[in-house]
Nanobody, 115 residues
Framework: QVQLVESGGGLVQAGGSLRLSCAAS????????MDWYRQAPGKQRDLVAS???????NNGDSVKGRFTISRDNAKNTVYLQMNSLKPEDTAVYYC?????????WGQGTQVTVSS
């Protein structure tokens, strides 16, 4: 079992920044790849960024150059630094991983960007 707990969401004005955190516990030593997804109201859940070992993949032109994923293995924590936020970044952000073929999701953290 793996537990993922996100934090760091909130309300921010356009152009502002937030840093999301996702702390993993349980069989977290088995985690190699971790991802951030987001889901806006009425839309599907989309991949935002992934990190596997030390390799980072940012998915989507809409976040490139603005969002950065990183991890602290000692703390079993993955981060999503979000800069130059836009109203269209408003969504619930979820942490995700797959361990031994089993998917795990965090509870989500709301990010709201006002114009």
């Amino acid at each position: 079992q793996v537990q993922l707990v996100e934090s760091g969401g909130g309300l921010v004005q356009a152009g502002g920044s937030l840093r999301l955190s996702c702390a993993a516990s349980g069989r977290s030593f088995s985690i190699n790849s971790m991802d951030w997804y987001r889901q806006a109201p009425g839309k599907q859940r989309d991949l935002v960024a992934s990190i596997t070992g030390g390799t980072i993949t940012n998915n989507g032109d809409s976040v490139k150059g603005r969002f950065t994923i990183s991890r602290d293995n000692a703390k079993n924590t993955v981060y999503l630094q979000m800069n130059s936020l836009k109203p269209e970044d408003t969504a619930v952000y979820y942490c995700h991983t797959i361990v031994r073929g089993i998917e795990y999701w965090g509870q989500g953290t709301q990010v709201t960007v006002s114009s």
